[in-house]
């Protein structure tokens, strides 16, 4: 091969090298933000199931706390009657 033949042949393959490059790291980007993407809408869906879950806890702890305060009356009924206050 002659001289120019050999540098033809490397800026072809540095070409190739480059454009090869180009093409990765675009398909990667486009990769990480489709999952970037699906990941915020998943998040969406989970902040609604966490309000839902956050009412249903506090419902719960609301009938606990009626139920603590009746028993909390009948301990009292009991020592106002046990010890005559």
């Known amino acids: 091969m002659t001289e120019p033949q050999v540098w033809t042949m ?25 999952e970037i993407g699906g990941l915020r809408s998943e998040m969406g869906g989970l902040r609604g199931e966490m309000g839902g879950l956050r009412a249903e806890m506090n419902a719960r702890f609301d009938t606990v706390n009626v139920k603590i305060d009746g028993l909390d009356r009948d301990v009292q009924l009991l020592m106002s009657r046990e010890f005559g206050k």
Do not use: N, Y
Not at 20 to 26: A, D, G, L
């Open 10 to 34: 490397i800026g072809v393959f540095s070409a190739l090298m480059f454009g090869t490059w180009t093409i990765i790291s675009t398909l990667f980007v486009r990769v990480v933000r489709t």
